[in-house]
């Protein structure tokens, strides 16, 4: 079964609304998560780490004050988009490493797709 | 700086025969591992196959195996007796070394398989 549950799955709404979507690790505590934006065809682009306690990590061109990250606890990341607008139209999907070893592959949420009107 | 690439856009292939998917990535790091994940059309990303920078034999999950050269910096998933259902997005993705946990995906191959 899953273990990342990620929510909502679709969300679809208005111009200037902020949209926010949550990340959950069910059975395992993840200090660290990572959000990632798809669109169509093609691959995932890594927006920004999550970390238990402290401020996310962004990669260079994602702006943070427009995709606000919180990772309150140690199964909980969210992902708000403020004021969206129809350009922030995309797949976001969420993923969480089970264990510190880095040969173990990450768990992924089911994704959530986001329309803006 | 790490670095992923697939060059095929797309690939078919007949049911039952055998496909090989490239991967090339561009690391300094000695310590590394890399990823084969398959996205379908629904959009769940689902893990196919590890491989340790340091393993000395290439992984093999099932149909799923990797061709590793290291020399030549390629992972190159090949599939097996392909099935309808193997039709999907693949993705090559590296994770470590100066990257820590962060993962880093290729561009992506889409797989047609013909019946």
């Known amino acids: 079964g899953a273990v990342v549950s990620q929510h909502p799955s679709w969300v679809i709404c208005k111009s200037g609304t902020s949209v926010k979507i949550e990340c959950r690790s069910l059975?395992?505590?993840?200090?660290?998560m990572f959000w990632y934006r798809q669109f169509p065809k093609q691959s995932l682009m890594l927006m920004a780490t999550?970390?238990?306690?402290?401020?996310?990590?962004?990669e260079q061109g994602v702006e943070k004050d427009k995709f606000l990250i919180n990772h309150a606890s140690l199964t909980l990341s969210t992902l708000t988009v403020t004021s969206a607008h129809p350009e922030d139209s995309s797949f976001y999907i969420c993923?969480?490493?089970?264990?510190?070893?880095?040969?173990?592959?990450?768990?992924f949420g089911d994704g959530t797709r986001l329309s803006i009107l | 700086a790490q670095k992923i690439t697939q060059t095929q856009p797309g690939m078919f292939v007949q049911e039952k025969e055998a496909v090989t998917l490239d991967c090339t990535y561009d690391?300094?790091?000695?310590?590394?591992?890399l990823f084969w994940y398959k996205q379908p059309s629904s959009g769940e990303m689902i893990f196919l196959i590890y491989?340790?920078?340091?393993?000395?034999q290439n992984a093999t999950e099932g149909r799923y195996s990797l061709n590793f050269q290291k020399a030549r910096k390629s992972a190159n998933l090949v599939i097996s007796a392909s099935q309808l259902g193997d039709s999907a997005m693949y993705f090559c993705?590296?994770?470590?070394?100066?990257?820590?946990?962060?993962?880093?995906f290729g561009a992506g191959t889409r797989l047609f398989v013909k019946a």
């Open positions: 993923s969480a490493p089970r264990s510190g070893y880095s040969n173990q592959p990450q768990h």
């Open positions: 059975d395992f505590q993840a200090t660290t």
């Open positions: 999550s970390n238990e306690g402290s401020k996310a990590t962004y």
């Open positions: 690391t300094s790091d000695p310590s590394y591992g």
């Open positions: 491989q340790g920078s340091y393993d000395q």
């Open positions: 993705a590296m994770r470590g070394g100066t990257g820590g946990f962060k993962t880093i």
